[in-house]
């Protein structure tokens, strides 16, 4: 009787045993599953933002492998929309450096009529450097689908700075447009929001 309550007992250790460790292999390989979801989630969520949102389009030229400058703007009413206005720019060279940047107040207009204007600030100051070749970039995905002609421009006031956008392309040889995620463009928003502080153009 002695012999077969050990041999009970010995069965449920090593049941117990086995038990537990299959529970912890489960346990590991789970807690690594849910370790490779977050990994690869995490990487494309890195992705998505390096290569911005949206699309590029190559909207003047052939080839843009000749562009070497990139463009940023933005632009904004604040503290109401409309409500003082400002539009700003940025120009980066190959390695990434700021070569040129400027702001323009407005005493009143629309967030979309200060995106607008900081492109056309940029533009105007890309043809007075004698930039040719320009990759565009912009959070306003309005404004970049307008000038691509993926969208129609049906608001009146905007349809002014948009066929003067399409004029100043015409000085480039090479024009690609690409909409960004707005964490992307945090130098040039800081530029529109300095524009309205200051309440003049720089």
């Known amino acids: 009787m002695f012999s077969d309550l050990w041999t009970n007992y010995c069965c449920c250790v090593i049941c117990v045993g086995i038990k537990q460790h299959i529970i912890k292999l489960l346990s590991s390989y ?8 977050l990994n690869f989630k995490f990487k494309n969520k890195e992705q998505s933002i390096s290569s911005g949102m949206a699309y590029s389009t190559l909207i003047k030229g052939k080839d843009d492998s000749q562009i070497s400058y990139t463009l940023r703007f933005d632009g904004g009413a604040a503290p109401t929309n409309p409500g003082p206005c400002a539009g700003a720019f940025v120009i980066f060279n190959e390695k990434g450096r700021i070569i040129h940047e400027g702001g323009e107040y407005f005493e009143n207009g629309t967030n979309n009529y200060g995106e607008y204007s900081g492109l ?4 105007k100051k890309c043809i007075t450097e004698e930039i040719k ?21 049906r608001n009146e006031g905007l349809k002014i700075l948009f066929t003067e956008a399409k004029d100043l392309l015409k000085n480039f040889n090479n024009v690609s447009v690409k909409h960004i995620l707005r964490g992307l463009n945090t130098y040039a928003d800081k530029l529109s929001d300095k524009t309205i502080k200051l309440k003049k153009s720089w």
């Open 30 to 37: 789970f807690k690594y599953k849910n370790e490779l979801f």
């Open 120 to 123: 056309i600030l940029g533009l």
């Open 133 to 153: 070749d320009i990759h565009i970039e912009g959070d306003s995905l309005l404004v970049i689908s307008q000038i691509s002609d993926k969208w129609k421009v």
